[in-house]
């Protein structure tokens, strides 16, 4: 576990079910905050890269999130696209779990910026 002072607190891991998504912000960026069926927690920027829509509006099925609008899938671990029309991977940000709470940096640990 890093004690690294760029994390930021988001919320606690008990205030997202799993299988759920929830908006967020951290330091003004809107993040997807995603409680994945296996128990972990991933966070990527809150916007489809296919149609500037937010992913926190969309539903969760095992580490994938769906966009709403026309059904782009991406895989929350790795910000790829898993299914079309997005063809484009969003910034994911490495998330960590101290004391209960769930803390995200904004360095993505995907190498896509903004």
């Not at 891991?13 to 998504?21: H, K, Y």
């Not at 995603?34 to 149609?51: L, M, P, Q």
């Not at 969309?58 to 929350?76: A, K, M, N, P, Q």
């Not at 709470?101 to 640990?109: H, I, K």
Request: glycine residues 8%; charged residues 20%.
């Amino acid at each position: 576990m890093s004690l690294d002072a760029t994390y930021q607190r988001v919320c606690a891991t008990t205030d997202i079910a799993p299988g759920t998504v929830v908006a967020a912000q951290v330091n003004g960026t809107p993040i997807a905050l995603v409680h994945c069926d296996d128990g972990t927690f991933h966070a990527a920027y809150d916007e489809c890269s296919h149609a500037q829509i937010p992913l926190s509006e969309g539903e969760v099925e095992g580490c994938t999130l769906e966009c709403w609008l026309h059904g782009s899938r991406f895989d929350v671990r790795t910000g790829k696209p898993t299914g079309l029309p997005a063809t484009e991977p969003v910034p994911v940000y490495p998330v960590e779990i101290r004391d209960g709470d769930v803390f995200v940096s904004l360095a993505p640990s995907n190498g896509v910026n903004l």
